[in-house]
């Protein structure tokens, strides 16, 4: 199971680390990413990072702003998230796979809801 906390409400340039924790699963087998999803929108990938952290992977929207890490020997994933904006307010997902070129995301947890007031 894939557990995402760190989420709140935040202004419009601010900052937020939301957290991936796992149970009953080890994460340094797998690419990791984190997907979000706001109101009437399609669900999207945010951010993936490779099993040992050697490749990450943004998408435009969020590069330079945005930063996913992982601390395989704690099975945590995070993501920065930093001078958010009011478009950045989704639900986020963190999610596995064990592909990182391709990664669309095998396994899934609850997410956690991103507010960004402007």
């Known amino acids: 199971q894939l557990q995402a906390c760190g989420g709140g409400l935040v202004q419009a340039g601010g900052s937020l680390r939301l957290s991936c924790a796992a149970s009953?699963?080890?994460?340094?087998?797998?690419?990791m990413g984190w997907f979000r999803q706001a109101p009437g929108k399609e669900r999207e990938l945010v951010a993936v990072i490779g099993w040992n952290g050697g490749s990450t992977y943004y998408i435009d929207s969020v590069k330079g702003h945005f930063t996913i890490s992982r601390d395989n020997a704690k099975n945590m994933v995070y993501l920065q998230m930093n001078s958010l904006k009011p478009e950045d307010t989704a639900v986020y997902y963190c999610a596995a796979d064990t592909k990182y070129y391709g990664f669309v995301g095998a396994y899934w947890g609850q997410g956690t809801q991103v507010t960004v007031s402007s």
């Open positions: 009953g699963r080890t994460l340094s087998r797998y690419a």
